[in-house]
């Protein structure tokens, strides 16, 4: 398996744009999980999907992020409009179901560095 | 309010050494508490998983220890080698989910 994929790597972009950041979970993984990274937070909970259903956006920071998995190879999150402080790395992970053997363990992606100008 | 803590500042020691990396929480019950590896411009990795009915976990060269009444967990790399250097990050599970919520991490840097 490859592993959790993402794109884009990297994303430039001008405040007041659309970004919109992709993830491919590991097949046969049930929960998707996307989190923020900075020097002054660490790593934060955005949101997380349960088979394809988001169960907890509360670390949405406002209503400008939105997220969705419209089925389960696929996920979006998507910031309209972008900030200056939107600037972070963005990362997916993905689990097993969490009754299996291993199914406490997040497999992430590379994650996309984004910064908003 | 809940908090987890790892030093902020970077570890520095030299090859063959033991390296010994802190987590502390407050406020927390956890199930269960991991280690994540993460190196510059990757995503964290899976290391290891205690639970918190046990004191000390073992995998090649880590060992992990977990004590609850401390509420303290140490991460331990024998023998440590330049390829160790990167960031730890401890992550804490409450019981009755199994969401992780990350500290900051702490860096290590293994000088040859």
């Known amino acids: 398996d490859a592993g959790v994929i993402q794109s884009p790597r990297h994303e430039v972009t001008e405040m007041g744009q659309e970004v919109t950041l992709r993830c491919k979970p590991i097949?046969?993984?049930?929960?998707l999980f996307w989190y923020r990274q900075t020097m002054m937070r660490g790593l934060e909970l955005l949101i997380y999907?349960?088979?394809?259903?988001?169960?907890?956006d509360s670390g949405m920071p406002e209503d400008r992020f939105s997220a969705k998995m419209p089925n389960a190879s696929f996920s979006t999150l998507k910031i309209q409009p972008s900030e200056p402080r939107d600037s972070a790395v963005y990362f997916c992970?993905?689990?097993?179901?969490?009754?299996?053997?291993?199914?406490?363990?997040?497999?992430f992606g590379s994650g996309t560095q984004l910064s908003v100008l | 309010s809940q908090k987890i803590e790892q030093n902020s500042e970077a570890l520095n020691i030299q090859e063959g050494k033991t390296a010994t990396l802190t987590c502390n929480y407050t406020?927390?019950?956890?199930?269960?508490l991991q280690w994540y590896r993460q190196d510059p411009g990757r995503g964290p990795v899976f290391l290891l998983l205690?639970?918190?009915?046990?004191k000390e976990k073992r995998k090649e060269r880590l060992k992990v220890t977990f004590d609850t009444t401390l509420k303290q967990s140490l991460f331990h790399i024998t023998a440590s080698q330049p390829a160790d250097s990167a960031t730890y990050l401890c992550?804490?599970?409450?019981?009755?989910?199994?969401?992780?919520?990350f500290g900051r991490g702490t860096s290590l840097i293994v000088h040859p």
């Open positions: 999907f349960n088979n394809n259903v988001p169960i907890d």
């Open positions: 406020n927390y019950s956890p199930a269960y």
């Open positions: 992550a804490l599970v409450p019981g009755g989910s199994y969401i992780p919520t």
């Open positions: 205690i639970r918190e009915n046990e």
């Open positions: 992970a993905s689990s097993l179901p969490s009754w299996a053997p291993g199914g406490e363990k997040l497999f």
């Open positions: 097949s046969g993984h049930d929960y």
